[in-house]
């Protein structure tokens, strides 16, 4: 069977080396000039420092099939996430733990005095959080809210944390012991030459065919027998029922010798700074040595059509938009809408490569039962 990809990321790569084992003959076009996605990762020609171009991304799953298939195409490195974050005037350590809980009150609690000084700081009258504001002031208070969340999310998400769901803060655990790793997950690592090879790796079997700079047009799904899609959902109906909305992110690259700050993420949490966060690459790759250091500072708007698309929003509007262009999809044949931008989801990696491992094992039952194929593999609303 001849089967294409459109988006050489993760998920594409992932889809294609499965269904190129079992024999098929994949195609993988990508409209940018390098494969990855926005996993992409190159050295700096000048510093030598390896860069997350897109922004940063740290793997961690629980997922232990996951991991070793990462693992069977890279080294990967010990690397844990330690985030800081910068706000009213002091730097404090993150996700909020009781480090940052005794820092912020000036106090010495241990794990069950936190807890309950906590709970005497929450809103209990809010018994069921509808939004993301809500969330914050049921669990961590209106001082850690106003400090950590509200700034920094105004900023993300370019409107009030009152219009976000609840959902967004679940990403963030609060703790109530000295444990500041971003991620509770059993596996956490950083490819040792970054992403870009790791993908090389996976795309590397002769079944498949790369085709970079290459946009996709329709009249390459009637030469394919399935097409995976990996763009923008609404962008293969060619917008025709409107734009679902995504965040945007601009990096103001900047260099400098030793070291700028110290960690490798610092947040800002105080609205009147306008970026959300600073990346110092360099502390991605703690078993490197460089002289020089490359940071980025981050901004976040509203993306314009020619931007690139990072966050999906998925706020009320959008969620009855993507509901109408998965009626339009799932009205379709002989294409699948995958990863992040196909599904407008925020995925991680570890969720992404499972789902297209997933993808990739239904197809090829699909095959042999003789099924068809559906456009999702679970509706994305
Ligand atoms: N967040 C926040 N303050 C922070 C970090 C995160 O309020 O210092 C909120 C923000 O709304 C963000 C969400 O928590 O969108 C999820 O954060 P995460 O670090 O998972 O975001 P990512 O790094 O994936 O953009």
């Known amino acids: 069977m001849q089967v294409l990809l459109v988006g050489a990321g993760l998920s594409g790569a992932v889809i294609g080396r499965r269904l190129a084992e079992a024999g098929h003959e994949v195609r993988i076009i990508d409209s940018r000039s390098h494969i990855g996605g926005n996993c992409y990762t190159e050295r700096d020609t000048e510093t030598g420092v390896m860069v997350h171009t897109y922004g940063p991304h740290i793997f961690h799953t629980d997922d232990a099939e996951v991991w070793a298939y990462v693992n069977a195409f890279t080294r990967f490195m010990p690397y844990e996430n330690r985030v800081k974050t910068t706000s009213q005037g002091a730097v404090y350590s993150l996700p909020v733990n009781l480090h940052t809980i005794n820092q912020f009150y000036g106090k010495t609690m241990r794990p069950d005095e936190a807890r309950k000084f906590l709970e005497e700081q929450a809103d209990t009258s809010i018994e069921e959080p509808q939004n993301f504001e809500e969330q914050a002031l049921r669990f961590v208070g209106p001082d850690l809210y106003a400090a950590f969340f509200k700034g920094y999310t105004e900023k993300q998400w370019g409107c009030s944390p009152r219009e976000l769901p609840a959902s967004i803060l679940k990403r963030l655990p609060v703790r109530f012991t000295y444990n500041d790793n971003y991620f509770f997950h059993k596996f956490q690592g950083m490819p040792e030459n970054g992403y870009t090879p790791m993908i090389e790796a996976i795309l590397d079997h002769e079944n498949i065919t790369i085709s970079l700079e290459t946009s996709f047009t329709p009249d390459m ?104 262009y998965v009626k339009l999809a799932e009205a379709s044949s002989g294409v699948t809408f995958v990863g992040r931008l196909g599904t407008y989801r925020y995925l991680d990696m570890d969720v992404t490569i499972r789902e297209a491992l997933d993808t990739a ?21």
């Open 221 to 324: 799904a009637t030469e394919a027998d399935h097409v995976f899609y990996a763009g923008p959902l609404d962008g293969y109906f060619d917008y025709q029922l409107g734009r679902l909305g995504y965040r945007t992110l601009d990096f103001e690259k900047f260099s400098d010798t030793g070291d700028y700050q110290g960690c490798a993420v610092m947040n800002y949490g105080d609205r009147e700074v306008p970026w959300t966060r600073i990346t110092e690459h360099k502390h991605f790759s703690p078993w490197e040595e460089h002289e020089g250091t490359v940071c980025y500072r981050e901004y976040s708007r509203a993306a314009n059509p020619e931007d690139i698309p990072y966050y999906p929003i998925r706020m009320v509007d959008e969620k009855a938009l993507l509901g109408d």
């Open 361 to 381: 094992a239904a197809f090829l039952a699909c095959q042999r039962t003789g099924t068809a194929m559906p456009a999702f593999l679970k509706p994305p609303l």
